[in-house]
């Protein structure tokens, strides 16, 4: 199975910049896409950004033109690079894997463990 690992948290001014970091191990070929999440205290957990292996992306409209995904495959790592960061931004934010069928066999979906980011007004 797939095991994430998000990395790069902590805290940051508003304006400021940060970029987190999802490090996949095990079963890595077996991920077609690969999902950023975000979830404040008392708030619903929202989708921020996904990425396909066909390079398809797709972000949350509260960060769309702020947020960037990408991949280093050849480090299995996946980023999500954050400008222009708001006090709203502030959540735990976790990578995801969703499940997945490849040639009859069932991949349960994975979470990260997350990682938190504050900005401060």
């Known amino acids: 199975q797939v095991q994430l690992a998000e990395s790069g948290g902590g805290l940051v001014q508003a304006g400021g910049s940060l970029t987190l970091s999802c490090a996949a191990s095990g079963s890595t070929a077996s991920i077609i896409a690969l999902d950023w999440y975000r979830q404040a205290p008392g708030k619903q957990r929202e989708l921020v950004a996904t990425l396909t292996t066909a390079g398809t992306t797709n972000y949350g409209e509260s960060v769309k033109g702020r947020f960037t995904i990408s991949r280093d495959y050849a480090k299995s790592t996946w980023y999500l690079q954050m400008n222009s960061l708001r006090p709203e931004d502030t959540a735990v934010y976790s990578c995801?894997?969703?499940?997945?069928?490849?040639?009859?066999?069932?991949?349960?979906?994975?979470w990260g463990q997350g990682t938190q980011v504050t900005v401060s007004s």
């Open positions: 995801n894997v969703p499940q997945r069928w490849i040639n009859g066999r069932h991949y349960p979906q994975v």
